[in-house]
Each structure stands twice: as C-alpha cells, then as structure tokens.
C-alpha cells in the first residue's frame, strides 16, 4: 500500500509540480510512511521542482530564430516573460494561438512585456514555415531542441506541450504551469505583474 501510494504521488509531482493539493499529500505521507528509500523518492521530486519555485531564477535557456540570430531568456530581463512551450504538431497548442493573440493585442503598445514561443520541434523546416505563417502570434519565437540538457524541456520538468511558464522582469519564477492563454485569466496576471514591477 505504501509502495502505491508513494508511486501515485511520484508521479503527480513528476506532471504538476508542486501545488497545495500536493503539498499537503507530502505532509500526510511524510507521517504516515515508514520506508525512508520511499521518502527519499517523495523529497527528491520536491527538490527537484523547488529549485524553479516562485522567487527562484528562471534557468537560463537560448535557441535560434527563423532568420539564426541566436535569443536568451536573459536577453530579455527588464521585461516580464510569458513563455508558450509549443510544437508544430502539437493540436492543442496551435488551438491556443487565438487567444494567444487575444492576449497579445492586450499589450500590443507594452514594451515591457515579452512573449516568448518555444518550439520543441525536431522539424526545424516545418517549424520554421509555421513560425513564419499568420498561424501564429506575433511574439519572439525560437526553436530548442528537448535533447540538450540546458533545453527548456529538461530545465523546466516539461511533460507535454502545451506548457505555459511566467518569468518576472527580474528574471524570477513566477509560474511554472502558468495559466493556458484560453483561460482568460493570462491578460490579468500579466497586469498584475507589471504593477508590482512598477511599485518596485
């Protein structure tokens, strides 16, 4: 029953990284576990995503645009980062992208505000050709490849796509599984940020 237990929570931090929910799952088998090889599974998946919690930096992470110029996330600290982790044939990401642009018509005059899209794609020509269409927003857009150990996919826990992170203007977490543009809540969170940023 433990191993099962263990197991199941294993695998929801592993997804979903650290959430209320999961957080007091972690306090209740930290009483009720014996085994210490069970709980050390259990600490090393928080570790593992505590070190991207809110306030923390944002692991540095680069990729190549459609025309090769070379883009960092630390190339655009001073502004608040909305990152949308994407592939070409990923169907529920390329459904976001209306309300994608949605949320970037929201601060179409907004200078401190970057969104950056990640593609994951090992295509690079189809990914290019799409990055290039009217398909998708307007924003910066990269490709890094998930295989490097710097790439997003591995900095970031990725499991799937779409993945959405939010990064402040100081380069700190934010967000790890930031809000879906669809959701209608992105535009807020982003104005929110900004306040803060200002009053700072």
């Given at each position: 029953e433990d191993y099962v237990r263990v197991k199941a929570a294993d695998y929801q931090i592993r997804l979903y990284g650290i959430a209320p929910s999961i957080t007091k799952l972690?306090?209740?088998?930290?009483?009720?576990?014996?085994?210490?090889?069970f709980k050390k599974v259990i600490r090393e998946d928080i570790a593992r995503w505590e070190k991207?919690?809110?306030?923390?930096?944002?692991?540095?992470?680069?990729?190549?645009?459609p025309d090769g110029k070379k883009i960092s996330l630390s190339d655009l600290r001073g502004k608040v980062v909305y990152v949308d982790i994407w592939a070409t044939w990923c169907g529920p990401c390329v459904g976001e992208f209306p309300d994608s642009k949605k949320v970037k018509s929201d601060f179409k005059d907004n200078?401190?505000?970057a969104f950056l899209y990640v593609s994951i794609d090992r295509d690079t020509l189809a990914w290019?050709?799409?990055a290039t269409s009217s398909k998708v927003p307007d924003g910066i857009h990269i490709i890094n490849s998930s295989d490097s150990p710097e790439s997003v996919w591995n900095l970031y826990h990725v499991w799937g796509v779409p993945r959405y992170l939010l990064i402040d203007a100081n380069g700190r977490m934010v967000a790890t599984h930031a809000e879906r543009p669809s959701s209608g809540k992105v535009s807020a969170e982003l104005r929110k940020l900004l306040a803060t940023n200002k009053l700072a």
């Open positions: 972690v306090g209740l088998l930290e009483k009720e576990i014996a085994s210490d090889e991207i919690g809110p306030g923390k930096p944002a692991p540095e992470f680069s990729g190549m645009t200078d401190k505000i290019k050709k799409m």
